[in-house]
C-alpha cells in the first residue's frame, strides 16, 4: 500500500514515531471506502486500517503478517501514533499513490509522495522482495526449508512440464 510504503520512508530519512506530533495523508477515495478503520480491536481490523498501516509502517519500517498480530494492533506505541494519522480524500490522487506530510514535534515537516505502490506495474517488486514476502507468509505454514524449495520450484515453472512438485510443496 502506498500510505505504508510513504511511512517506511519516512522511518529511512530518520523519522522516530515519538517526534510525530501529525501524519497528514491524502488518498484516494477507495482507501478510506476499504481500510478507513480509524481504531482495529485486533489484527484482522488491522488490515483494513490505513491508520494501522502507516503507524507500523513508521514503526517497524514494513507492514507485514507479523505487523499485524492481535498485540501489535493493541501496543501502546502503535495506537498512540495510529491517533496521530490524519487521512483525508484527494480525487485528484490515484488509487495506487498517496500523499504523506509528517509534522514533528520540533514543527518541521517531512513530506513523501508515493506515484506508485510497490508491486504496481509501474513499481514492481524486485525478485528478492517477492521472495521475501513469499517466505514470510509460506515459512510459518510450510517450514522454512520447504519454503525455500518451493520458491526455487516455482521459479522454474515455465520449464517444468510438471506441477505435482509444486502441490506436494505447497501443503503443511
Known sequence: HPSIDACAQL??????????????????????????????????QGKFSVYHGCSVGL???RAGESEYADEIVSREDVVALRRKVQAVVDTAIHEDSADVTATLKDGRTA??????AIGSMQRPMSDAALEGK???????????ARSDELIQALW????????RQITKLSQP
Do not use: Y
Open 111 to 116: 513530506h513523501v509522495f508515493v506515484e506508485h
Open 156 to 163: 522454474a515453472t515455465g520449464n517444468s512440464a510438471d506441477l
Open 59 to 61: 514503526i517497524f519500517g
Open 11 to 44: 522511518r529511512a530519512q530518520g523519522i522516530r514515531a515519538e517526534d510525530v506530533e501529525c501524519i497528514d495523508l491524502r488518498v484516494h477515495p477507495l482507501v478510506l471506502e476499504l481500510t478507513g478503520k480509524k481504531e482495529p480491536a485486533d489484527g484482522l
Open 134 to 144: 513469499f517466505h514470510d507468509l509460506a515459512a510459518d505454514v510450510i517450514g522454512k
